[in-house]
């Protein structure tokens, strides 16, 4: 039980356009959900936090207009990057986590590209 | 701030024993988790420790000491699959029980 998925798995996208990664809960109501970003050889970075139905809480430095997060539902989150930069590419994560526990769940990552 | 360190990288035999060592420094505490990811993948849970103590979990067994802000990960009967990145990683008390993670470990398993 308690399985993330991530879509896409890798994009290759051209600077300037957008890309939406979406984060589901595959057997669980995930409360919150968390978005990190890993750079290579680096640990991961949290972006954001979001609650379904709710406004994400972003962390210090990260850019709400441009890393713009949805918790539409209990099992749904998305990620949409605007208008990307080659700077924008790196791995990005998503975990859920259910009401009942602290642990959180890991998606299996997007690899984003900006070329 | 919050400040979790762990040594950069670790090279170990196979068949030996290793200990990943993680401290914190961190505004409030709820818990401590140990991570596996290899490259390329995403983090998979290890170990979870919230009171003073050691949890053992097979090959794995993870430490706590909340008064030392100290923590280890143990590995016993090294396997070469155990090359990885080791991250520890902390729960903050409020704000949605976010994770802080430590720098991470890397791991390397040698015949």
């Known amino acids: 039980g308690a399985v993330v998925s991530q879509h896409p798995s890798w994009v290759i996208c051209k600077s300037g356009t957008s890309v939406k990664i979406e984060c589901r809960s595959l057997?669980?109501?995930?409360?919150?959900m968390f978005w990190y970003r890993q750079f290579p050889k680096q640990s991961l970075m949290l972006m954001a936090t979001?609650?379904?139905?709710?406004?994400?809480?972003?962390e210090q430095g990260v850019e709400k207009d441009k890393f713009l997060i949805n918790h539409a539902s209990l099992t749904l989150s998305t990620l949409t990057v605007t208008s990307a930069h080659p700077e924008d590419s790196s791995f990005y994560i998503c975990?859920?986590?259910?009401?009942?526990?602290?642990?959180?769940?890991f998606g299996p990552g997007t690899r984003l590209t900006v070329t | 701030g919050q400040n979790i360190d762990q040594p950069t990288e670790m090279t170990a035999t196979e068949g030996a024993i290793v200990q990943i060592n993680c401290t914190y420094q961190?505004?409030?505490?709820?818990?401590l988790f140990w991570y596996q990811q290899h490259a390329g993948e995403a983090p998979t849970f290890l170990s979870y420790?919230?009171?003073?103590g050691l949890e053992e979990k097979g090959r794995f067994s993870s430490f706590l000491s909340r008064s030392k802000g100290y923590s280890y990960l143990l590995l016993k009967e090294l396997q070469m699959k155990d090359s990885a990145s080791y991250l520890c990683?902390?729960?903050?008390?409020?704000?949605?029980?976010?994770?802080?993670f430590g720098t991470g470990t890397q791991l390397k398993v040698e015949l």
């Open positions: 057997d669980f109501q995930a409360t919150t």
């Open positions: 420790n919230v009171l003073d």
């Open positions: 975990s859920a986590r259910g009401a009942w526990a602290y642990e959180q769940y």
């Open positions: 979001s609650n379904e139905g709710s406004k994400a809480t972003y």
């Open positions: 961190t505004s409030g505490f709820n818990g």
């Open positions: 990683a902390v729960i903050l008390t409020g704000g949605g029980n976010k994770l802080t």
